[in-house]
């Protein structure tokens, strides 16, 4: 009990510190800060330390619930694995059978990690702890310590890059390239049911159909990365610009969650354009 009053303590001096650093600053800024330069391109930044920290505790979270796995799971096994089947119940019907034993590792991965660097945003201290000078009798961070990963475009890009890359080898692997050119290009309309001189018409405009659609192909990681990047940049611009009202708090929770279920509902119903399709397909 007493522990936890300390950590209280501890959380609530670390608030405030926050908050008095919060209020002087002008938002976040839009690149992430250099910690190590290496000079020619070469750096370590801030967001990079953060990415590399949280995914190991994520890693040492997962490890230290599960300990050794057995038939009859302890408590922290049966947590894991809740969460893991509420996720299977929730891709599976989009990805289909066929691909979902190679899809859903990736996609697991999506959600848990993506849902940590939303919510470690939260943080008292983040975005708010570093280096800076004083203006004007007031301290202004310039170089955070801490900067959330998805607040950082280039870590939404990596993710996006993946999650294209998990798409490819997926549906060559369980559809095959003659499909894939057959969903974009092919003549979706039945041939013995549609008037002869319709048909060519028709083979012509689901071509052209087929082209817009590898365009749109071709731009979704710079889609999944924008909309992950802004929402969550966003966010941190709303709690720096308000103070870190507590309003915005649960209001970025929820951010957080939904942002993280959009990206990987997205990646999911990619696969599942192509590789759930039914016996009649």
């Known amino acids: 009990m007493l522990n936890v009053k300390k950590f209280l303590g501890f959380y609530a001096a670390l608030s405030a510190a926050t908050l008095s650093f919060a209020s002087e600053g002008e938002g976040v800024a839009p690149a992430a800060a250099k910690l190590i330069d290496f000079g020619h391109g070469w750096a370590i930044t801030n967001s990079m330390a953060t990415g590399w920290v949280v995914s ?3 890693i040492f ?21 809740s969460i893991l089947e509420a996720l299977r119940e929730l891709f599976e019907p989009i990805v ?5 034993p190679a899809a859903f590792p990736l996609l697991a991965t999506f959600f848990i990690f993506i ?12 975005g708010t702890v570093g280096w800076g ?3 004007d009798g007031h301290f202004e961070i310039t170089r955070p310590l801490i900067r959330p990963f998805n607040a950082d475009f280039n870590g939404t890009i990596a993710l996006a890059l993946v999650s294209f890359g998990g798409w490819l080898i997926i549906v060559l ?3 095959g390239p003659k499909l894939l050119i057959k969903d974009l290009f092919g003549n979706k309309a039945d041939k013995k049911e549609t008037p002869a001189w319709l048909y060519p018409i028709l083979a012509l405009v689901f071509f052209t159909v087929g082209l817009i659609e590898v365009f749109s192909i071709g731009i979704r990681p710079f889609t999944l990365s924008v909309r992950l990047f802004g929402n969550v940049f966003g966010g941190e611009n709303l709690l720096h610009g308000t103070s870190f009202f507590f309003v915005f708090y649960f209001m970025e929770l929820l951010v957080g969650l939904i942002q993280a279920l959009v990206f990987t509902l997205l990646t999911s119903v990619y696969i599942g354009l192509i590789c759930n399709h039914g016996d009649d397909h």
């Open 56 to 58: 190991a505790f994520i």
């Open 61 to 81: 979270l997962i490890v230290f619930l599960i300990g050794k796995p057995s038939i009859f799971p302890g408590k922290g096994q049966a947590v894991f694995e």
């Open 96 to 100: 289909g059978k066929k691909a979902f």
């Open 115 to 126: 849902l940590a660097h939303n919510w470690m945003g939260l943080i008292p201290g983040v």
């Open 133 to 135: 000078h004083t203006i």
């Open 173 to 175: 692997k369980y559809a």
